[in-house]
């Protein structure tokens, strides 16, 4: 099998070095019957935010955390936005944690990198303070991941699979 490879100028995967073979194989659609309400979405990224102390002394680093039923499980801050990630796998491989009926919640921009590590980790919805990149919100539909962003005070957009954030009481 040939594979062709690209380069580019850009942090991140262009739409012609998407899904490298080793992508292909390890990534995983999610399928998950977890939901959440509009609430929790806008608790757990305020949480997010007073949890983040490193953050707001230097205004330098990325933080992301697991949270579920109204906590944060556990924490992780680093100045790259794959560290963070990894940190928080790691944390959840240490401690026995299972990730198919959690949330994350992370502080920056979500990359198709991103959205791969999350299916990797099988994590079903993403929330994030920041605005998605376009092949992440394709890569997130394709892959069965509920992406939140710009999520701040009371408000936040849905950019994939939004069957699974509750909006209004039913």
Known sequence: MYFKRCLSACCGRGRAEFYFANDARVSKRIDSELRIGAGEVNFYAQALEEA??????????????VAADGKLLCCAEDIGRHNVFDKLYGKCLEQGVTLADKVLVFSGRVSSEIILKVSKMGV???????????LAIDLAEELGITLIGVAKGDWFNIYAQANRVICCAE
């Open 52 to 65: 983040s102390a490193t953050h707001h002394i230097t205004s330098g680093v990325h933080n992301g955390a």
């Open 124 to 134: 079903p919805i993403v929330i994030a303070r920041s605005v998605p990149t376009s």
